[in-house]
C-alpha cells in the first residue's frame, strides 16, 4: 500500500507494533523441550491479547498461528505437537498480522540456547546483509539493485540466497504489489520502489541450496540437500531518505 495520510500511517504503526513485540517475545519464550505447537500457541494468546488475527491462517488457512521453522526446515513451518525444541536448534518464527485492516509482518531465525551446532554465523549473516539492504532503500531505487546488494553481500560471506522466495508489498492485505523483491538480481525486473509504499523485506541466506521445496505438507518448505537457511524480515516505510522500520519493536538487531 501507498501511505497517504496520518491515519494510515498509526493504522500500519500500530500493527507492525504488535506484530513485532509478538516476534520478539516468542523468542524469549522459546526453551529447549517445549514443542513447537506450545510456542505456536503462545504467540496467538500475544495476537489475540492486541486483539490482532493471525495473517497466514486469515488470509489461507494456515494451520497456525505463526510459522515455526525448526533447522533444515526453511519457512511456513506447521507448528506441531511432535516437533520439540532442541538445544542448538536453527529456529525461524514468522509472525504476520492484521488489526483494523492493516497487515504486517516480521520474522527471524535464532540459535536456541548455546551455539552447538555452529549455525550462529549464518544467523548474523542474514541479520547484518537485511540491515546494510534496508539502510539502500529509498524511492526510486531499483527493486533489482537491491537484490543484487543481498546476493552479493552472501557471496563475500561464504553463502548463496534462496531465490524462489521473495519479499514482498503489504498494507490492506499480506501480499502486494511488488510481488517479488527477490534475494538476488533480476535483470528483468525494472520496477523501482515508491516513495510512501510498505514492503516487507527479507533476506533468505543459505549455507548451499538456492532452492525450497514443499516438504510434503502442502506448507513446509525445505532444503533438498540438508542445508540451512537463515530468514529476517522487517517491514518498512519506504521514504526519500532512510526507510522508516515499522516493525522496530522486535529487536531483531537488538
Known amino acids: 500500500m501507498s501511505i497517504s495520510n496520518e491515519s494510515e500511517l498509526a493504522g500500519m504503526q500500530k500493527i507492525s507494533e504488535v506484530v513485532g513485540i509478538t516476534l520478539r517475545k516468542m523468542r524469549e519464550y522459546a526453551r529447549p523441550g517445549m514443542s513447537t505447537k506450545e510456542l505456536d500457541e503462545y504467540g496467538g494468546s500475544l495476537l489475540s491479547h492486541y486483539n490482532a488475527r493471525s495473517a497466514p491462517n486469515l488470509a489461507y488457512g494456515f494451520p497456525g498461528w505463526t510459522c515455526i521453522s525448526v533447522n533444515n526446515e526453511v ?29 504486517s509482518d516480521n520474522g527471524g531465525s535464532f540459535v536456541l540456547g548455546q551455539d552447538i551446532h555452529n549455525h550462529n554465523n549464518l544467523v548474523e549473516a542474514s541479520r547484518k546483509i537485511l540491515y546494510k539492504a534496508i539502510q539502500h532503500i529509498r524511492g526510486g531505487i531499483k527493486i533489482a539493485d537491491i537484490g543484487n546488494l543481498i546476493e552479493k553481500e552472501a557471496r563475500m560471506s561464504g553463502y548463496r540466497v534462496i531465490r524462489n522466495l521473495a519479499g514482498h508489498g503489504i498494507g490492506r492485505s499480506l501480499h502486494e504489489e511488488p510481488s517479488d523483491i527477490v534475494c538476488y538480481y533480476d535483470r528483468f525486473n525494472k520496477t523501482r520502489f515508491k516513495k510512501n509504499s510498505v514492503v516487507a523485506i527479507e533476506t533468505f541466506i543459505s549455507t548451499r541450496a538456492s532452492h525450497a521445496y514443499d516438504k510434503g505438507d502442502g506448507w513446509t518448505l525445505v532444503t533438498k540437500d540438508k542445508s540451512f537457511v537463515a530468514q529476517h524480515e522487517h517491514t518498512i516505510l519506504v521514504t526519500d531518505g532512510k526507510p522508516i522500520i515499522l516493525t522496530e519493536a522486535n ?3 537488538n
Do not use: C, F, M, R
Request: glycine share 10%; aromatic share 10%.
Open 251 to 253: 529487536h531483531i538487531w
Open 75 to 103: 519457512a511456513h513451518g506447521i507448528p506441531s505437537e511432535k516437533t520439540i525444541l532442541q538445544e542448538g536448534d536453527l529456529v525461524n518464527i514468522d509472525v504476520s498480522a492484521e488489526l483494523n485492516g492493516y497487515w
